[in-house]
């Protein structure tokens, strides 16, 4: 049989526009593999994706769904590893949501021993993006500082853990009481945004010196109170932009600490560049989940015909970790 359920977008909207359907299974092409799904996470992209936001890359899939854990079934051209039947994890450009996807045949990783599919499935979009932006364009050494904003999310409870592992002292936002003694188990020093001013807090809890590193989604009013509490020489990396892409800010803040503003989306980048993250993650972080020093944390998990209601609860911001979807009984 050469057909698949998927999950089909059938209008830009809220998540009942999410429709299982069949259709035809792909097939991989040069430097591809075709991976029978097992889990598949959900991102904030796909919810932006969803409605209407954030549209795919050309020539990427229209099927939500950016990472994906399951078994090679197939291999293109010009492949020679994964091969058929080895279990991956897999960054995707799209088509997560179904029961078989493409994935470029770099961006396919080993299941870290003694994790399962589900954990696996929540490992590639969150772990691929804090590297690049924490380590990489953010430059965090043992002996930084950094601010986290959203411990809770899937990004935020990867960020936190790896930051501590590699000896950086951290800071993190959440919302609610709960999330914020979540957080503190993590090892992060938890700020309850609701009822703090997460700036003002840094600024005491440092001595008025700041952090080095800001990890942001959220972007808009968050703009000026970030980099009033950056320290001297600074980075703040923002990767999302949920309060809005645009702020006024004090250019006078930057100049005087001499701070750096970066940024970057991960969808959009060639195979290539992929590559080289994730060849980093399987030399730096992949042996820290072999033995236990970072933990997938997922909160949820859905049948795949039940995407619509992982959407729901991703966007009432209940969750801790991550959500996933799962093709198996």
């Known amino acids: 049989m050469n057909t698949m359920t998927a999950i089909k977008l059938h209008a830009f909207g809220g998540p009942d526009c999410l429709c299982p359907s069949q259709m035809d299974r792909p097939q991989p092409g040069m430097g591809e593999v075709l991976i029978r799904v097992e889990a598949a996470g959900v991102n904030r992209p796909d919810i932006m994706q969803r409605k209407g936001l954030y549209p795919p890359p050309p020539g990427a899939s229209d099927i939500l769904g950016l990472e994906v854990a399951g078994t090679v079934a197939a291999v293109g051209e010009q ?9 991956v994890c897999a960054l995707v450009t799209g088509g997560g949501y179904a029961e078989y996807c493409i994935a470029a045949a770099p961006l396919c990783l080993p299941i870290p021993g003694g994790l399962n599919y589900i954990q696996a499935a929540s490992l590639p979009e969150t772990f691929f993006t804090v590297w690049t932006n924490v380590f990489e364009r953010g430059k965090l050494q043992a002996w930084d500082s950094i601010l986290i904003h959203g411990g809770t999310s899937g990004i935020g409870v990867a960020a936190i853990q790896l930051a501590r592992c590699f000896g950086s002292k951290v800071f993190t ?6 999330k914020c003694r979540f957080c503190a188990d993590l090892g992060a020093l938890a700020i309850n945004y609701h009822e703090q001013d997460f700036a003002a807090s840094i600024l005491e809890l440092t001595d008025n010196r700041g952090v080095d590193v800001i990890l942001d989604m959220v972007g808009g009013d968050y703009l000026q109170r970030n980099l009033s509490c950056l320290a001297m020489e600074g980075r703040l990396v923002q990767i999302a932009v949920m309060n809005g892409p645009k702020a006024n800010i004090n250019l006078a803040t930057i100049m005087l600490k001499r701070l750096t503003l970066t940024g970057s989306t991960l969808r959009p980048r060639g195979v290539d560049e992929k590559a080289r993250i994730a060849r980093a993650l399987l030399a730096q972080v992949w042996p820290l989940l072999e033995s236990g020093e970072i933990k997938p944390i997922v909160h949820a998990v859905f049948k795949l015909e039940k995407a619509a209601d992982a959407h729901s609860l991703m966007e009432s911001g209940r969750h801790i970790g991550k959500i996933i979807l799962t093709t198996g009984s």
């Open 173 to 178: 936002t959440a919302g609610t009481e709960e």
């Open 79 to 87: 492949v020679s590893s994964p091969r058929v039947g080895d279990d």
